[in-house]
């Protein structure tokens, strides 16, 4: 290198211009690697769903997972009702079928608690369009009627109810003892039962409320034995 060239730097700039061209990419890239790139088509009939990684014999059978899997359906007979699952006791024949003091319970005060009920609020609505006045506004003779029937429906309801279900229990009862139901054992009924449900009245409300429920259920055994 002369000292000439050194000064004014001819020697660097070709350097710099060698390396230069070297470093540049569109000189040394392959005339492969400009080509566009091309992606493979997708095949929907290679593609994996859930039956795929899922064995079907890995998996449990639904039906062994109910509580009930596995039971004889024809050896259930706690759930069919027979006849030979009724009262067998002479004179149980009622309205309804009878499997014995339960039903007579439930039936009996259900049905005397429901009727009550309903006759309560017959009187308490024709009470209370008595006592309003025929001038009233009608929301006065609306609020007239629903108080008559919320206080006479309710008390009608709920003694005749206490009364049915002490009288269906004592009546079982003597039924049991007896080996039958007969008249005697619901008038007898009805007499306790009355008499119970006023004994906290004196002897007079026990005698007139006993010999009521009494002779309701006569009137009501005398009906049964009619009928059936």
């Not at 609020?143 to 006479?152: E, G």
């Not at 009245?201 to 009494?214: C, D, E, K, Q």
Request: aromatic share 8%.
């Amino acid at each position: 290198m002369s000292l000439w060239g050194t000064l004014t730097g001819q020697k660097s700039s070709s350097s710099s211009s060698s390396s230069s061209s070297s470093h540049d990419p569109s000189s040394s890239a392959s005339p492969s690697s400009s080509a566009p790139y091309q992606p493979t088509a997708f095949d929907p009939a290679s593609a994996q769903d859930v039956s795929s990684f899922l064995d079907p014999a890995a998996l449990p059978d639904p039906s062994r997972l109910h509580p009930l899997a596995g039971l004889n359906q024809d050896t259930l007979d706690y759930l069919t009702l027979d006849e030979s699952a009724l009262s067998d006791l002479p004179g149980s024949q009622s309205a309804l079928p009878s499997r014995g003091w339960s039903d007579d319970l439930c039936y009996g005060t259900g049905v005397t608690y429901l009727s009550a009920l309903t006759l309560g609020g017959t009187w308490g609505m024709i009470e209370g369009l008595r006592k309003s006045p025929a001038s009233a506004p009608p929301k006065l003779k609306l609020n007239s009627v629903l108080n008559s029937m919320t206080r006479r429906g309710p008390f009608l309801g709920n003694s005749a109810g206490v009364i049915a279900m002490v009288y269906n229990g004592v009546n079982s009862t003597i039924g049991y003892y007896r080996g039958r139901h007969d008249s005697a054992n619901s008038i007898m009924a009805g007499a306790l039962s009355g008499m119970l449900f006023k004994s906290t009245g004196g002897v007079r409300p026990m005698m007139i409320s006993g010999g009521l429920v009494a002779s309701a259920a006569g009137v009501w055994a005398l009906t049964r034995k009619t009928i059936f």
